[in-house]
């Protein structure tokens, strides 16, 4: 099983952007489909960005469309998620995951087997 570690989280302002950085063991890295997902005080965790494990599909939500983007460099198995125009809805914790399914329902982190442990987004209005 991978180690995975999210970092680049933290506070900024509406309209800000952040880039997160999910550093994983390099097992297998390059075989793995990626997704992002965040849970906000409340709510349920839900997926945010996927990327399969060529690089050449990309999937996010609705909510993140033309505003983030999702991406990884397998020679420094690290997986990436660009955050612009951040608004206050968008602060939860976030996750990276790992999954080692082929066909998947994305944004269920019932496909996805590897966790990191999560990293803090807040965007002040």
């Known amino acids: 099983q991978g180690m995975m570690v999210e970092s680049g989280g933290g506070l900024v302002q509406a309209g800000r952007r952040l880039r997160l950085s999910c550093a994983a063991s390099?097992?297998?890295?390059?075989?793995?489909?990626w997704g992002w997902f965040r849970q906000a005080l409340g709510k349920e965790r839900e997926g945010v960005a996927y990327?399969?494990?060529?690089?050449?599909?990309?999937q996010y939500a609705e909510s993140v469309k033309g505003r983030f983007t999702i991406s990884k460099n397998n020679a420094r198995n690290t997986l990436y998620l660009q955050m612009n125009s951040l608004k206050p809805e968008d602060t939860a914790i976030y996750y990276c995951a790992a999954t080692v399914r082929l066909r998947l329902t994305w944004y269920s982190e019932r496909e996805y087997q590897y966790w990191g442990q999560g990293i803090r987004v807040n965007v002040s209005s």
């Open positions: 390099p097992s297998s890295f390059p075989d793995y489909g």
């Open positions: 990327i399969d494990s060529t690089g050449d599909t990309t």
